[in-house]
């Protein structure tokens, strides 16, 4: 299942997936979207009912009080082997570069040149074309990643890259090839 889908399919966002029949679930009409609604109100979609939740950038525009249930929601529909992958900007690795230029590009992506300030308050473009739903609500280091779902006491791991920080979460007990090589489900 594919979270905050947009228009960009999942295959071409993460190999790992190429063969894989992808649920596509988006808060906005959208031609792609199999389902609209919001990742904090998965109701429609049934208990683990999916292999996998993909979440690229799209948990930072919801409020961190709501994080449980958006959370709790993936795991809900998670089959008992399932997992997730969430993608969020990385707010430590830009921190020192605030000061010295909140326009600066930080990286590529498909949607352009993302800079400082669309990693803290959300991509420009597409607040500018989809409106304030696309701004970020919360934001997120490594640290505060580890501590949200040790709080929540989901198993999994965290890393970042130096633009995100991606954590791939488990409903049950991860699996070992998982655990020694990461890239496998992130690359």
Not at 12 to 19: L, M, R, T, V
Request: with cysteine; hydrophobic share 40%.
């Amino acid at each position: 299942m594919n979270v905050g889908c947009g228009k960009t399919k999942l295959q071409f966002q993460s190999g790992y997936f190429k063969d894989w029949k992808e649920v596509r679930v988006d808060a906005y009409e959208n031609d792609s979207a199999h389902l609209i609604t919001s990742i904090v109100d998965l109701n429609k979609v049934p208990n683990e009912s999916v292999d996998a939740v993909w979440a690229s950038h799209v948990v930072e525009h919801n409020y961190w009080h709501d994080l449980p249930k958006v959370f709790n929601n993936m795991l809900r529909v998670m089959k008992e082997d399932g997992f997730g992958v969430i993608r969020v900007p990385d707010l430590g690795s830009i921190s020192q570069r605030i000061e010295d230029g909140l326009l600066d590009t930080v990286y590529e992506s498909s949607a352009g040149p993302v800079s400082v300030i669309d990693m803290i308050y959300g991509h420009r473009g597409f607040v500018e074309s989809w409106g304030d739903g696309m701004c970020h609500k919360t934001g997120f280091t490594k640290k505060s990643m580890e501590q949200l779902l040790g709080a929540f006491q989901i198993k999994g791991f965290v890393k970042s890259d130096g633009g995100e920080v991606v954590a791939i979460i488990f409903k049950g007990e991860p699996p070992m090839d998982a655990m020694v090589d990461p890239e496998l489900i992130i690359a």
